[in-house]
T-cell receptor, first 109, second 114 residues
Framework: GQQVMQIPQYQHVQEGEDFTTYCNSSTTLSNIQWYKQRPGGHPVFLIQ?????EVKKQKRLTFQFGEAKKNSSLHITATQTTDVGTYFCAGTGRRALTFGSGTRLQVQP | EAQVTQNPRYLITVTGKKLTVTCSQNMNHEYMSWYRQDPGLGLRQIYY???????DKGDVPEGYKVSRKEKRNFPLILESPSPNQTSLYFC?????????????FGPGTRLTVT
């Protein structure tokens, strides 16, 4: 079945450093979504990418969808303490949305 | 306010005692689903429903039941809970049944089965 792998599982950065999480699918995806879950909270939708090679930005966050539509990345520039949480990618292949295992980000002030 | 609600938020129960976790959304969404979240495993889909009276299994349906008698409600039933069902559960809804729609998640239910 469809599998979506996400790395790293955990990252600890100093405030102001950059952060990147990567998502890889075993199959070609029709689209990919990214969610953020604050500690103790629920996942909240951030963005969806649909086109091959697509790049979207939200302030300090940059999202990319690979040319082959099998991988994606989320890059945060100059992290802040408000970026703390777990970031999930979720890909749609032949069937339902499949979530990656998530990357937990800790930001040291 | 548009939202997905779940009850209870926390539940401690014993093996074999039937329980129901309720989920309700006020956005007139067609698609609803249940996920469980376990450390290192991300969110795994248990069941989903594309509309009233239409439900189907997700990736980890064993030990769970659902029903969709009304559009707004999608309860999760554990007929005979076991310790391996100790987890954090999320209900989610979206506009349509296509997975390309944004998922709105409820606040979560933390279940402990002893």
């Amino acid at each position: 079945g469809q599998q979506v792998m996400q790395i790293p599982q955990y990252q600890h950065v100093q405030e102001g450093e950059d952060f990147t999480t990567y998502c890889n699918s075993s199959t070609t995806l029709s689209n990919i979504q990214w969610y953020k879950q604050r500690p103790g909270g629920h996942p909240v939708f951030l963005i969806q990418l649909v086109k091959s090679g697509e790049v979207k930005k939200q302030k300090r966050l940059t999202f990319q969808f690979g040319e082959a539509k099998k991988n994606s990345s989320l890059h945060i520039t100059a992290t802040q303490t408000t970026d703390v949480g777990t970031y999930f990618c979720a890909g749609t292949g032949r069937r339902a949305l499949t979530f990656g295992s998530g990357t937990r980000l800790q930001v040291q002030p | 306010e548009a939202q997905v609600t779940q009850n209870p938020r926390y539940l401690i129960t014993v093996t074999g005692k039937k329980l129901t976790v309720t989920c309700s959304q006020n956005m007139n969404h067609e698609y609803m689903s249940w996920y469980r979240q376990d450390p290192g495993l991300g969110l795994r889909q248990i069941y989903y429903s594309m509309n009233v009276e239409v439900t189907d299994k997700g990736d980890v349906p064993e030990g769970y039941k659902v029903s969709r008698k009304e559009k707004r409600n999608f309860p999760l039933i554990l007929e005979s809970p076991s310790p391996n069902q100790t987890s954090l559960y999320f209900c989610a809804s979206s506009l349509g049944h296509r997975s390309s729609y944004e998922q709105y998640f409820g606040p979560g239910t933390r279940l402990t089965v002893t």
